[in-house]
């Protein structure tokens, strides 16, 4: 579970106003999305996850999000004491309440999902170039019949890693990314991650399914459920360190 997680992330919506000219840089999406939104997303977040395998395996995820940059995941049963904790741009992976991982790394879909929306442009400008986005590049799209941004790519057949933003909606869609395959010459890896099933929620948005794609072929679906919206989060939720119990879950 946690490998798969962890690996999608490391291969691994905005637009137009009315009138408006196309954006003339990714940054410019970025600005966007922040705008359209600034003061009104929510800044806690809480939801119940039913995290699905190819091979029928289901587990449950209990999420907490403090925007920007904080998300933690605590895996049933709780008492498992299995948790993965992203914060300062770094994760850490608790395995029976023993920190077993700890390294940096910036989540890209916190920061073109949620982030984006809470903190300064450049700030989100700046982690998603070091994760590889080339933010002079932008295109228009057409994804699931709605019009997108895609920033990252000038071809829909290029390599390059690329994100996708609905244009009316100014939410994150999708993130694609291909790599030529070290075991074939001449074949390409394509890691997919999609946001869909769009709800609004607060004053903001929350796609409540997420599905991870290795090759087109489906390999983790995420749906959320008991989504609330700005929830009062206990202090020390989010801190590495010691094990605790999260508060909010209740008797989950």
Do not use: C
Request: hydrophobic letters at 40%.
């Amino acid at each position: 579970m946690v490998r798969t997680l962890i690996a999608m992330l490391s291969l691994s919506l905005a637009g137009t106003p009315a009138g408006g000219d196309p954006p003339a840089s990714g940054a410019e999406v970025l600005q966007r999305m922040h705008d359209a939104y600034a003061g009104k997303w929510y800044t806690t977040l809480t939801f119940v996850q039913k995290t699905t395998y190819p091979d029928a395996r289901v587990e449950t995820w209990y999420e907490a999000a403090a925007i920007p940059g904080k998300l933690r995941i605590d895996v049933a049963p709780i008492d498992s004491m299995n948790t993965i904790l992203f914060r300062s741009d770094s994760i850490y992976q608790y395995g029976q309440g023993k920190i077993t991982l700890a390294r940096p790394m910036i989540h890209p879909l916190m920061v073109l999902g949620f982030d984006v929306y809470a903190q300064p442009v450049d700030v989100s400008a700046a982690k998603l170039a070091s994760l590889g986005f080339d933010l002079s590049r932008v295109r228009e799209d057409t994804w699931k019949g709605r019009k997108n941004w895609v920033v990252g790519t000038v071809s829909p057949d290029s390599l390059s890693r690329e994100f996708w933003v609905d244009q009316e909606r100014l939410v994150f869609t999708r993130m694609v990314q291909s790599a030529p395959r070290k075991s074939t010459p001449g074949k390409n890896d394509i890691a997919e991650i999609q946001f869909n099933e769009y709800e609004k929620l607060g004053g903001g948005w929350i796609a409540i399914q997420v599905a991870f794609y290795n090759n087109g072929e489906r390999v983790q679906t995420e749906q959320y459920a008991d989504v609330k919206a700005n929830p009062v989060l206990e202090a020390g939720l989010f801190e590495p360190g010691e094990w605790k119990r999260p508060g909010w879950v209740g008797n989950h």
